[in-house]
Structures are given as C-alpha cells and as structure tokens.
C-alpha cells in the first residue's frame, strides 16, 4: 500500500463524492489557482489504496494548469461497497472507471488523462479494452494513459506468496486481527530501521485498513496474483492513445525492468523516477508530478 506523508489537502482542493451511473465515489479534487484548466486528471489507487495516496500530487499537478480527480475505488475506504466478491470481478471495476470518466468530464471536448497505480493499473487497463470493444476503431474517451507502478501480469512471486497468506486469513480472521498479525510481521521484517510514521498518518493507516470491504480485498488480491498478462490486448487496444509507464528505481511488487519490457511492448514512454520505490506518488512526488505534467502537456 502507498503511505501518504501527511494529509491536509492543500488550498486548492476539496473532498467530495461524485456522482455516476454506478454510484458514489469519495474523491479530492484540486483545481488550478487561476480556475483555468489545460485538462482533467483521473486517479485510480491500488489494493488497499485510496485517494489519499495521491494527496502530495494536487497542489503541484493543479499549480502545473490541471484539475485532478483522486478516488476511492469501491470497497475502498470512504466509497464502501457491498459484500460480495462478484461486486468487485475486475470488469466491474472497469465498468466504474469508465463511469467516473463520464461523471469528471465537465465538457465534452475537455481532456481527460488516466491513471492507475499498482493495481489501480490492472482496473484502468480494463477501462481500456472494455472502451476499445464497445466501439471498435472509435477514439478512446482518454487523452492519455498512464500506468503507475504497476505491472503486465500477476505479482513478483515472493509479494504473491504473502498476498496467498492474506487470502487464506480472511476467511477466518476479522480485519482488526489481521492488522495486528501484519503490524508484527512488518516489525520483525524492518527491525531497527523500520520507518517511524506520525500519529496522525498511522492513525490513518489503520482506520483506512479497517474501511476496507473484506469481499473486495479477496477479490483484489485474488486478481493479483492470477492476473494474466494482457499487454498485447491493451496494445491492440490503445491504438493512438498515449501511454505513459512510470516506475520507481525500485519496485518490491513489479520490479522496474518488468515494468521498462511493457512499456516497450506498448510502444510507450518509460519514466522512472530517481529515488522512489513501489509508491512514487507519495514517496517521490516533485520529480512524480513534474513527469506526468510534462507527459500531459504533450497530449
């Protein structure tokens, strides 16, 4: 999961919910300081995430001329979501982000850039050759795509196996309890040097994990570590959109060499940023919201 280093949204945005034909997302918004925006971004988190996780990117991504719309995914977080696994198959989720892309387009010929971080990438992905199918040889309803940290197919093998031992906890454990087991691991596996969080943002962590729906983790995770790799689909599917695949210079999830062979099947840019690891949102987002400005102000 990404850990956001603070969370007081700054002066340009807001919290709220928006609205679509699939319901209500939480979301922040940030809008440009002169009101004029060059295009609307959406941004799509991944297992465990929320909006949170792109709360350092509003301020410079609106100072840079664009409107960016974070969200909650549902059974993520503030969206919530009903307990049942099928609510969260992964082309239910496509179906919502194209929703989401309708509802945070504020004008008909207004850009709107997509982008999914980790497995917010799988959805966005879906988003796609679901837009492609439905009307074949048509512009996609997207400016550009990007893909954060995230990879071609199912998980590096060893963040698999843990993923499998969440899976087989969940049936059998409430949230709170698996917290504590994972709390434990973690300490065991930093020790020492383990990064010490702020109250507020641990208190965050926490309360975020409890928010999540139990069915939707099974069925995200589940989609982790059995996704296929589907990038000659999105290829065939992109046709003229832009892609952009951004990494970290390390990736625990989808090493970063992985993530450099997509983006050359895809025949698409290949940013990595200097310093970051799984979550250059959070951990990296100057130099993250500086490649995505200069990424979309090209298209």
């Not at 719309?69 to 989720?93: H, I, M």
Request: glycine share 8%; with cysteine; aromatic share 6%.
């Amino acid at each position: 999961m990404s850990t956001p280093r603070f969370l007081t949204l700054p002066a340009s945005a807001r919290a709220l919910r928006v609205a679509t034909a699939r319901g209500e997302f939480a979301a922040h918004e940030a809008l440009p300081p002169d009101g004029v925006a060059r295009g609307t971004a959406l941004l799509v988190p991944g297992f465990t995430g929320s909006k949170e996780d792109f709360i350092a990117l509003l301020a410079p991504l609106a100072d840079a001329g664009f409107r960016v719309v974070a969200v909650d995914q549902r059974g993520q977080n503030d969206t919530g979501g009903p307990d049942d696994e099928s609510a969260y198959a992964r082309a239910e989720l496509g179906r919502d982000v194209l929703a989401l892309t309708d509802a945070v387009r504020e004008d008909p010929d207004e850009p709107v850039h997509l982008l999914g971080h980790s497995f917010g990438g799988f959805v966005v992905r879906e988003a796609v050759l679901q837009a492609a199918a439905a009307r074949p040889g048509a512009p996609l309803p997207w400016a550009s795509l990007t893909l954060m940290s995230t990879g071609p197919g199912a998980i590096e093998p060893a963040e698999a196996a843990k993923t499998k031992l969440l899976l087989d906890a969940l049936p059998a454990m409430d949230l709170e309890s698996i917290w504590q087991v994972m709390k434990q691991m973690e300490a065991e596996d930093a020790g020492a040097g383990a990064p010490q969080l702020g109250a507020e943002v641990a208190e965050f962590i926490h309360r975020r994990w409890l928010a999540n729906i139990p069915a939707a983790l099974t069925a995200m995770g589940r989609q982790l570590v059995d996704e296929p790799d589907r990038v000659a689909e999105l290829a065939g599917a992109c046709g003229a959109l832009p892609v952009l695949v951004l990494s970290g210079e390390t990736d625990y999830v989808w090493p970063p060499d992985w993530q450099a062979e997509m983006a050359r099947r895809l025949d698409a840019d290949f940013v990595q940023v200097p310093g970051a690891g799984h979550s250059p949102n959070a951990e990296r987002p100057e130099g993250t919201a500086a490649a995505l400005a200069a990424f979309w102000s090209r298209h």
